[in-house]
């Protein structure tokens, strides 16, 4: 079940499940978040869109294999795709696997109001939130403002919860 809509609701924000014909849309999703990451490479940008189609793939089948009945959400703003939300629900905890926004929507407060509806979720289900976000993500600080704290250093990714 996704989270409630509300905080999310006030930037006029939706869900529904992905389906294959998403898959274009998560993949160039997918590349804006490792854009800044590959123009330090200077590789060509044929070299870059075949690395970036790998990587993606390979990130779709771990998560498809890996959080089998997990829900894999498109964020939506007025019928257009501009994101995605995909969650576990573990026995003890919520598993937020991936949360991410078309550049163009970031730093407008949608992805703290859908963290928001999460934190509210979970608070009524007494029941703590686990991410795993880059070292270098500037995401951890609104995770941190959200009342997420470090749990673990995981190579290059750091294990937060959230706990109610």
Same mark, same amino acid.
């Given at each position: 079940?996704?989270?409630? $809509? +509300?905080?999310?609701?006030? &930037?006029?924000? @939706?869900?529904?499940?992905?389906?294959?014909?998403?898959?274009? &849309?998560?993949?160039? *999703?997918?590349? %804006? %978040?490792?854009?800044?990451?590959? @123009? /330090?490479?200077?590789?060509?940008?044929?070299? +870059? /869109?075949?690395?970036?189609?790998?990587?993606?793939?390979?990130?779709? @089948?771990?998560?498809?294999?890996?959080? %089998?009945?997990?829900?894999?959400?498109?964020?939506?703003?007025?019928?257009?795709?501009?994101?995605?939300?995909?969650?576990?629900?573990?026995?003890?905890?919520?598993?937020?696997?991936?949360?991410?926004?078309?550049? =163009?929507?970031?730093?407008?407060?949608?992805?703290? @109001?859908? $963290?928001?509806?999460?934190?509210?979720?979970?608070?009524? =289900?007494?029941?703590?939130?686990? $991410?795993?976000?880059?070292?270098?993500?500037?995401?951890?600080? *609104?995770?941190?403002? *959200?009342? &997420?704290?470090?749990?673990?250093? +995981?190579?290059?990714?750091?294990?937060?919860?959230?706990?109610?």
């Amino acid at each position: 079940m996704p989270p409630p $809509l +509300k905080a999310a609701a006030a &930037f006029g924000i @939706a869900y529904r499940p992905m389906t294959d014909q998403d898959l274009p &849309f998560v993949a160039r *999703l997918y590349a %804006t %978040t490792r854009a800044q990451e590959l @123009a /330090a490479t200077g590789w060509t940008p044929e070299a +870059k /869109a075949a690395f970036l189609d790998q990587q993606h793939r390979a990130q779709h @089948a771990y998560y498809r294999g890996a959080y %089998t009945g997990a829900e894999w959400l498109i964020v939506e703003k007025a019928g257009e795709a501009i994101g995605r939300l995909y969650l576990a629900q573990g026995d003890e905890a919520l598993l937020l696997v991936d949360i991410s926004l078309l550049p =163009e929507w970031t730093g407008r407060g949608i992805g703290g @109001a859908i $963290l928001a509806d999460l934190i509210a979720q979970a608070r009524k =289900e007494r029941r703590p939130i686990g $991410l795993h976000v880059e070292k270098r993500n500037p995401a951890q600080f *609104l995770y941190r403002r *959200l009342g &997420f704290a470090f749990v673990e250093d +995981k190579g290059i990714y750091d294990r937060m919860e959230w706990r109610p």
